[in-house]
């Protein structure tokens, strides 16, 4: 075989010969993809939540408390009160236990177990609501027994928990620009249903006051429910505050500065006893230590404002303010006179 010829052998063998796909590159993971995401990851999934990192929620929860009180109220329960009375961060498994002492539970979100959020109420809770919405005035002795609550008590125990429900969202909303869904969804073999156990859930303590009684409900938020709202909760209350509205403000202004006061010019006062009073008669003359020269007080509410000088004018006796009263200086002075 000529040289020629081992050439075109070689090439009439290259192009029979497919070539090998080149091995797909590795694709790297997430975390080298994007290491701030993976960090942020582990975070949630490894960190616990802090109340005291979330400021803005305690502000949403008492907005919560007042409108879910003005809710009680048009419902018809007599002069309620709520109020929160403590935030705390658990365990998702510890919250679950907690609720499970609860009368009575419901469970409103997402599809996703830490979408959800679980509220509880005592039985005390529930039986204020339906006398409250039976009637109630408070005026008989509050009725409290340890047993099972019947349907129609669940049933109305449940419609005060999903206006609770509503309050919370609609508050949420307010002070974060956000909120997540919170419609009732069928109950769960769990009662807490709201968190996976490896996670953190913030605990909400309300105490309501209502027909002579103080009873409790829970409210437990899990972290995948406040994650997307952490950034608007961890805000500054403070520098929250927007600036007043100037049409309100000048009405304010208006209005306050309309109001009627009462001004006393109290020339002097003198200490009398029982009996001298007693022997007052019509025409005698009571001396004052004061002179004509002295100045006089000025008050209004019993409060000493200014000190002034008194004088006339068209036949009518007046007064000029001469100086402002310093409670500091006055104090030192009857402490130096005693």
């Known amino acids: 075989m000529t040289a020629g010829e081992v050439v075109d052998a070689s090439a009439r063998a290259s192009k029979g010969k497919r070539l090998a796909p080149a091995a797909p590159k590795k694709k790297r993971d997430d975390a080298q993809e994007s290491p701030g995401l993976a960090i942020r990851e582990r975070l949630l999934a490894g960190g616990g939540l802090s109340p005291d990192r979330l400021p803005m929620l305690r502000v949403a929860l008492d907005e919560t408390a007042s409108a879910f009180e003005q809710a009680l109220r048009r419902l018809g329960l007599p002069s309620p009160q709520v109020a929160v009375e403590s935030l705390v961060s658990a365990r998702a498994a510890d919250a679950q236990i907690a609720l499970e002492a609860y009368a009575l539970t419901a469970t409103y979100g997402g599809a996703e177990p830490d979408a959800r959020v679980a509220i509880g109420a005592e039985r005390k809770f529930v039986f204020a609501m339906v006398e409250g919405l039976f009637g109630a005035d408070g005026s008989e002795p509050f009725y409290d027994e340890e047993r099972a609550l019947t349907g129609v008590e669940t049933r109305l125990g449940r419609l005060v928990l999903d206006r609770l429900a509503k309050t919370l969202q609609a508050s949420l909303l307010t002070v974060a620009g956000a909120a997540p869904g919170l419609d009732p969804i069928e109950a769960k073999p769990e009662p807490a249903g709201a968190a996976r156990r490896g996670g953190s859930m913030l605990i909400c303590r309300l105490r309501l006051s209502a027909l002579?009684?103080?009873?409790?409900?829970?409210?437990?938020?899990?972290?995948?429910?406040?994650?997307?709202?952490?950034?608007?909760?961890?805000?500054?209350?403070?520098?929250?505050?927007?600036?007043?509205?100037?049409?309100?403000?000048?009405?304010?202004?208006?209005?306050?500065?309309?109001?009627?006061?009462?001004?006393?010019?109290v020339m002097e006062r003198r200490d009398l006893t029982l009996g001298d009073v007693a022997r007052f008669e019509v025409g005698q003359i009571v001396e004052l230590p004061v002179t004509p020269t002295g100045?006089?007080?000025?008050?209004?509410?019993?409060?000493?404002?200014?000190?002034?000088?008194i004088g006339q004018k068209d036949g009518a006796y007046t007064i000029r303010i001469a100086e402002f009263v310093d409670k500091e200086q006055e104090f030192i002075d009857d402490m130096l006179g005693a």
């Open 295 to 309: 100045l006089i007080a000025l008050e209004c509410e019993g409060q000493t404002l200014f000190w002034c000088e």
């Open 212 to 265: 002579g009684c103080d009873s409790q409900s829970i409210v437990a938020i899990p972290q995948g429910v406040l994650e997307p709202l952490r950034e608007a909760l961890s805000a500054d209350p403070a520098a929250t505050i927007q600036s007043v509205d100037p049409l309100w403000a000048q009405r304010m202004k208006a209005r306050v500065t309309q109001t009627e006061l009462s001004l006393a010019a």
